[in-house]
């Protein structure tokens, strides 16, 4: 199975669902992104997001697309964002979209799974500087994006870790469990 996205504006969960489906048995994928900001932000001379988004997007894409493989190896994995996500963030930058990023947007799951940011749970800090708002006006260009790019955008409603869980399990026809 081509590898599962779930993606979203910032301050959505995301990162713990995709942790309660990597203890339900699947295989999952972290967020390059966030790892990628946490590494540039300890070097003198970092590419970070908010200084140079189309070379942050370059790093991302090369990070993102060996993500990609790994996954696809697996018989059901889940990405935490993915390589069409880099799109949205230039969309909604205003910045034009090299057909690179478009052409490497393909390859995974026709369903991909959003969570809305959630202000209860949104924490501004250094790796997400951005107002509330912000992580709204995100999450709008990266469902708009990937509408764009043909995928099915899924809303995964807010609730328990389980219930989001048994959410995505039914709507992408998962087994259940993949615990043994």
């Known amino acids: 199975m081509l590898p599962i996205i779930i993606t979203g504006g910032p301050g959505a969960?995301?990162?713990?669902?995709?942790?309660?489906?990597?203890?339900?048995?699947?295989?999952?994928?972290?967020?390059?992104?966030?790892?990628?900001?946490?590494?540039?932000?300890?070097?003198?001379?970092?590419?970070?997001p908010w200084h140079d988004l189309p070379g942050f997007a370059a790093l991302c894409l090369e990070s993102m697309s060996e993500q990609k493989q790994q996954a696809a190896l697996q018989s059901v994995a889940f990405v935490d964002r993915a390589i069409p996500d880099i799109c949205g963030y230039l969309a909604q930058a205003g910045l034009e979209i090299d057909a690179h990023y478009r052409e490497a947007s393909a390859g995974y799951h026709g369903q991909v799974f959003f969570c809305r940011p959630h202000r209860d749970i949104y924490v501004?800090?250094?790796?997400?500087?951005?107002?509330?708002?912000?992580?709204?006006?995100?999450?709008?260009?990266?469902?708009?994006?990937?509408?764009?790019?043909?995928?099915?955008?899924?809303?995964?409603?807010w609730g328990t870790l389980a219930e989001r869980c048994a959410f995505i399990e039914s709507a992408a026809a998962l087994p259940m469990t993949m615990e043994a």
């Open 13 to 48: 969960g995301k990162t713990s669902l995709i942790d309660a489906l990597a203890n339900k048995g699947y295989a999952t994928f972290a967020e390059v992104s966030r790892t990628l900001i946490e590494q540039q932000a300890q070097l003198e001379n970092g590419i970070l």
């Open 124 to 157: 501004q800090d250094e790796v997400r500087p951005y107002p509330f708002e912000g992580a709204l006006a995100i999450h709008d260009a990266l469902v708009a994006i990937y509408q764009q790019l043909g995928y099915q955008v899924v809303e995964v409603p």
